[in-house]
């Protein structure tokens, strides 16, 4: 299974990116899909993810009223909409896909994309 991300880019503080994660697989709609980010010597960070159940979503803590995670199942696309972007946010970010209907640790997750990079600095 392929996870392919997208949108990545460098932005000034304040400003958004929307990043995209797609797949040709056809279990996306019963997959939880989720978003990590990981800087350079820190741990992968926890940071939204899109339940298979309904409309259900869940945001780390450090992203919550920033961030927005959307799903598309007939494009098999999951989204990352990042608002107000700070330099703190400067990460890889990966797309996950989870066999559980959610989850919100890197265990859990079944299949990673490659990354994508965004940077954030004035």
């Known amino acids: 299974v392929q996870l392919v991300e997208s949108g990545g880019g460098s932005v000034q503080p304040g400003d958004s990116l929307r990043l995209s994660c797609t797949t040709s697989a056809r279990d996306f709609a019963k997959w939880a899909m989720g978003w990590f980010r990981q800087s350079p010597g820190k741990e992968r960070e926890f940071v939204a993810v899109?339940?298979?159940?309904?409309?259900?979503?869940n945001y780390g803590n450090s992203v919550k009223g920033r961030f927005t995670i959307s799903r598309d199942n007939a494009k098999q696309t999951v989204y990352l909409q990042m608002n107000s972007l700070e330099p703190e946010d400067t990460a890889v970010y990966y797309c996950?896909?989870?066999?559980?209907?959610?989850?919100?640790?890197?265990?859990?997750?079944?299949?990673w994309g490659q990354g994508t990079r965004v940077t954030v600095s004035s």
């Open positions: 996950a896909a989870s066999f559980l209907p959610i989850a919100n640790d890197a265990r859990q997750y079944n299949y």
């Open positions: 899109a339940t298979s159940i309904g409309n259900g979503v």
